[in-house]
């Protein structure tokens, strides 16, 4: 998240947390990105939506904290969907690394709220 750019969002709704980042998801910026997430985390969504669509640049340890986090909400039982639409550099390192195929990934926050329904049990008829 580079200093020119917004910092990281975050808002709630019924069942859904979204955390929106900005800019360039790298090392550099590691700690604060690390601990953007963990706050989002703290909050115990039952599904989390990390909005990407204004990402510029992820790297190799911007990735290793979407995995984390991944794995973080699904041992508590909730979910983490990645929103887009994503940047180029975005799903190439998602592609290159195959972890496209392991993130529920979301075309757009409309689809996201769609796939929050389903995941949380509110579009199912489920209370």
Do not use: C, W
Not at 56 to 68: C, G, K, M, Q, Y
Not at 89 to 105: G, Y
């Amino acid at each position: 998240m580079t200093d020119d750019t917004r910092p990281a969002s975050s808002r709630s709704s019924e069942g859904m947390s979204v955390l929106t980042l900005h800019g360039e998801l790298d090392y550099d910026h590691g700690e604060q990105l690390s601990a953007t997430v963990d706050a989002a985390l703290a909050a115990a969504p039952a599904v989390l939506a990390v909005d990407l669509s204004d990402v510029t640049f992820a790297d190799s340890f911007a990735l290793r904290v979407l995995v984390l986090a991944h794995q973080r909400m699904r041992t508590a039982g909730g979910s983490l969907i990645l929103v887009g639409p994503l940047t180029i550099a975005v799903q190439r390192l998602l592609e290159t690394t195959s972890t496209d195929k392991h993130f529920t990934i979301a075309q757009n926050m409309a689809a996201a709220e769609a796939m929050a329904d389903v995941l949380s049990g509110h579009g199912t008829g489920r209370s």
